[in-house]
């Protein structure tokens, strides 16, 4: 790469870090000049580091797809103590990972979409601005999405239009004066880049870090899945399988790998490729190829039927090394074993790694799985168990799969959302899984029970502690991080608790 491109994305980095000093409060970095062709656009939407890897994670952190062990959150800081147990409180001191990052690469996005505007069209290649264009729509609408997940109240049409949205910077002035307007204004924005982007953008992309056309659908289903706007959920779900619906058949998997989805970018599956940061709350420890902190809830293990395969591709046993008698003549002679302690890993990460760098990107198989919901809400659920048998047949081992029926059509959606509870694990969707769906018939109030011990100069007490999150809690919009309500000097409107 030439020194100037390099020394481009270096300063775009910079501008936004500045920013974490005082956030939409910088001096515009006259280094934006750099961007003068449609190639450094293209640079700088391909920078893999920042576009694909900075989606925040504190959802998947709140959400109930692990549990921790008692030792384990009393390790933990308060602010994450705080953000596991649901406190009304819980909130990040700083802005970097779970706001500012998402910001980041919007602001590459606008950088790219103001540098195309200046192409000259009778020069240029159409089909390349095109593209180009419609990658940086779409990286836009990804991270508005991902903050919006987590910093405003579930999509509820009734109350849309009052409830606080997310800032929405369509340009890379950070002097810009920024303010969180409404959650419809921040869906209806979402839509329009994801729906211009459609028609912008090829169909395939040399590599799945950069989006497509069917990046786009995928997308906007997901997007009116959250909106409970089920009829434009499954329309464009449908129109992103109908050019990918590519499945992995999980009998060619390794079920002892800790990776099994290896390489990266070869996944047939993986429409778009997306990493959240990583979390304290979820972080594995050195040792995580054989242990890991987050423990997969132990109902969500037992659910999975023995001849599935994502029972042992997603799930592995953790162990614990404890000292045995090794001589029944002589019981003080022990050695170390390793040993099951009874809680499961998780290691179906799209992501190949074993750390908590989660997969959070697009595939096929929340495709079908949106497609089948969707049919069962309109009540036809014969085409909802037929989507969902052609993704499980390629689940189980050959042979083994039966094909499911229902008897009505709220039958066959709780058999999708069950499947969509075991398939999509880990993913960070369980958390907008989990505010949509408290806004309908599947309702769930999340219990949390924490031993630990207290000492004081006089004695050791055991204490018991029980935390619950009841559905519609205003705590399922978390508070913006205190760095961003100071540096606006509170410009920017704080979540109700």
């Avoid at 509820?156 to 950070?174: C, H, R, V, Y």
């Avoid at 590599?207 to 497509?212: I, L």
């Avoid at 949106?370 to 081992?397: F, P, S, V, W």
């Amino acid at each position: 790469m030439k020194t100037y491109q390099i020394f481009l994305l270096t300063a775009a980095f910079s501008c936004m870090l500045a920013s974490c000093q005082k956030y939409l409060d910088i001096k515009q970095n006259s280094n934006q000049n750099f961007i003068t062709t449609a190639n450094d656009c293209q640079l700088l939407l391909d920078n893999y580091a920042t576009m694909n890897v900075l989606y925040p994670s504190d959802g998947e952190a709140s959400a109930d797809d692990y549990y921790l062990f008692d030792a384990r959150y009393a390790a933990l800081s308060q602010e994450n103590k705080d953000f596991y147990s649901w406190q009304p409180t819980a909130q990040r001191a700083l802005a970097i990972d779970q706001w500012q990052n998402p910001y980041r690469i919007v602001f590459n996005a606008n950088l790219a979409l103001e540098g195309i505007a200046k192409q000259n069209t009778a020069t240029s290649d159409q089909a390349t601005l095109n593209s180009i264009r419609g990658q940086a729509l779409f990286f836009r609408s990804f991270a508005f999405y991902a903050l919006a997940q987590l910093y405003t109240a579930p999509y509820n049409a009734a109350s849309a239009n009052q409830d606080p949205g997310i800032p929405l910077k369509m340009t890379s002035d950070l002097n810009e004066v920024s303010s969180r307007g409404t959650v419809q204004q921040t869906y209806t924005r979402i839509l329009q880049d994801l729906q211009e982007a459609v028609t912008l953008l090829p169909t395939t992309s040399p590599v799945n870090s950069r989006p497509n056309k069917v990046a786009a659908y995928a997308m906007l289903a997901r997007v009116y899945l959250a909106m409970q706007d089920y009829p434009n959920a499954l329309i464009n779900a449908n129109a992103a399988l109908a050019l990918n619906n590519k499945l992995i058949n999980y009998n060619s998997l390794s079920t002892t790998s800790s990776t099994p989805f290896t390489p990266r970018f070869q996944n047939i599956e993986d429409i778009f490729h997306a990493v959240m940061v990583a979390n304290n709350a979820l972080l594995n420890p050195a040792t995580s190829a054989t242990s890991n902190v987050a423990k997969i809830d132990p109902d969500l293990v037992a659910s999975y039927a023995t001849t599935d395969l994502r029972k042992s591709v997603f799930l592995k046993a953790n162990t614990v090394t404890v000292k045995l008698p090794i001589n029944l003549s002589n019981p003080a002679v022990t050695a170390n074993v390793t040993v099951p302690d009874g809680s499961y890993r998780f290691s179906g990460n799209y992501e190949p790694v074993t750390n908590s760098a989660l997969y959070t990107g697009l595939a096929t198989d929340e495709l079908y799985l949106i497609a089948a919901e969707c049919n069962a809400r309109a009540g036809n659920a014969d085409a909802a168990m037929a989507g969902l048998n052609a993704l499980l047949i390629k689940r189980y081992k050959t042979g083994t799969y039966t094909a499911q029926t229902a008897s009505n059509a709220t039958d066959a959606l709780n058999k999708v959302l069950d499947e969509r509870r075991k398939e999509l694990l880990m993913r960070g969707l369980r958390w907008t899984d989990l505010r949509r769906l408290n806004k309908g018939a599947v309702r769930k109030t999340r219990t949390i029970t924490f031993t630990g011990t207290t000492t004081s100069p006089i004695r050791t007490e055991t204490i018991t502690a029980t935390y619950t999150l009841a559905p519609n809690d205003l705590r399922y919009a978390l508070l913006l991080p205190t760095e961003v309500i100071t540096n606006t000097n509170g410009g920017l409107q704080q979540n109700r608790r």
